[in-house]
């Protein structure tokens, strides 16, 4: 079946460490590749995504790379800041029986960066 | 972007009881979508949700416990219906928009069932 699997937290660091969050993924097909990220009371947000091998999604220093070879999409930052604290989603998408396409996520990991 | 708002925030109800929840979008939308997180877990997409047709259930969900409305192209409501513990989660609605079909999420309504 389709799943994803990612590091789980929680994670602690340092402003100005360098972030790396393992992702990876089964799935039938070619699926498009996201992270998620969910700031404290705030809904889910779109980070980053990428639709195909080799494509390099990045938004607001954070990148991740569609390495099909390894079925993986981890997430990284060289410089985390406190702002960055948050809850971070690896999800893939899949066709739904009713003809559209689903989000298939991984648990979650929960950062926080400290001053 | 999209603005989703959903009602209530959060609520704690007894066993037995049910809840519905409200999703409205800040403009037309043709797909959407309810998910549910429960605790420690990832979300899970509970049905999608098209406007003037019956709303599609994953495998593990079905009508009689989660009925959805979606009476036009802005809003949707998802009952939860006697209600258990284990149904205890976030649930959260998200609309599909743009050219890239991106999914947008409102955010959630946490439910606790006593």
């Known amino acids: 079946g389709n799943s994803v699997t990612q590091m789980e937290g929680p994670v602690t660091l340092s402003e100005e460490a360098f972030l790396t969050i393992n992702c990876t993924y089964t799935a039938t097909g070619y699926p498009s590749l996201f992270w998620y990220v969910q700031y404290p009371g705030e809904g889910l947000q779109l980070l980053l995504k990428?639709?195909?091998?080799?494509d390099k999604g990045s938004n607001k220093g954070f990148e991740a790379t569609y390495r099909k070879e390894t079925t993986s999409f981890h997430l990284e930052k060289g410089s985390v800041q406190v702002s960055d604290s948050a809850v971070y989603f690896c999800?893939?998408?899949?066709?739904?029986?009713?003809?559209?396409?689903?989000?298939?996520f991984g648990k979650g990991m929960k950062l926080t960066v400290n001053p | 972007s999209a603005v989703i708002s959903q009602k209530p925030s959060r609520d704690i109800c007894q066993r037995g009881t049910s809840l519905t929840i409200q999703c409205q979008v800040d403009s037309q939308v043709t797909m959407m979508f309810w998910y549910r997180q429960q605790p420690g877990q990832s979300l899970t997409l509970i049905a999608t949700a098209n406007q003037g047709s019956e709303a599609t259930y994953e495998s593990g969900f079905v009508i009689d416990k989660f009925p959805i409305s979606r009476p036009n192209l802005t809003f949707s409501t998802l009952t939860v219906s006697n209600m258990s513990p284990e149904d205890s989660s976030i649930y959260l609605c998200?609309?599909?928009?743009?050219?890239?079909?991106?999914?947008?999420f409102g955010p959630g309504t946490r439910l606790t069932v006593l």
């Open positions: 999800a893939l998408t899949v066709g739904t029986q009713g003809g559209s396409e689903k989000l298939v």
């Open positions: 990428a639709t195909k091998a080799d």
């Open positions: 998200s609309v599909e928009r743009g050219a890239n079909n991106e999914q947008f």
